[in-house]
């Protein structure tokens, strides 16, 4: 019923910038909090970032917090990760997700809907 659909990967230098994008449908997308994840091969999915459901709290990891933006748009039921000055450390499988409830959580578990991924690849 809810589904949501990660675009924007590709491949980028280090250095390099790329915008992410989540559209959702089927859902009350201005019910949900919404959070990226991401998945490297032979890695547990790691939280990256959230942000409330009316936007006015966001979270991050620690590592990409002066790095990435989350941000989303009601009006286009679409989440967005900015993501600037990239290593390949962030290399990965790039995960968006819903949580019903509205308020941001890091765990996994916390969410409710998942896409397919998108898959961002950084160069040395």
């Known amino acids: 019923q809810v589904q949501l659909v990660e675009s924007g990967g590709g491949l980028v230098q280090t250095g390099g910038s790329l915008k992410l994008a989540c559209e959702v449908s089927?859902?009350?997308?201005?019910?949900?909090?919404m959070g990226w994840f991401r998945q490297a091969p032979g890695k547990q999915r790691e939280f990256v970032a959230a942000i409330s459901r009316s936007g006015g709290r966001t979270q991050y990891l620690d590592s990409v917090e002066d790095r990435f933006t989350i941000s989303r748009d009601n009006a286009k039921n679409t989440v967005y990760l900015r993501m600037n000055n990239l290593t390949p450390e962030d290399t990965a499988l790039y995960y968006c997700?819903?949580?019903?409830?509205?308020?941001?959580?890091?765990?996994?578990?916390?969410?409710?809907?998942w896409g397919k991924g998108t898959q961002v690849t950084v160069s040395s």
């Open positions: 997700a819903a949580r019903i409830d509205g308020y941001t959580r890091r765990y996994v578990g916390d969410y409710n809907y």
């Open positions: 089927g859902g009350t997308f201005r019910d949900y909090a």
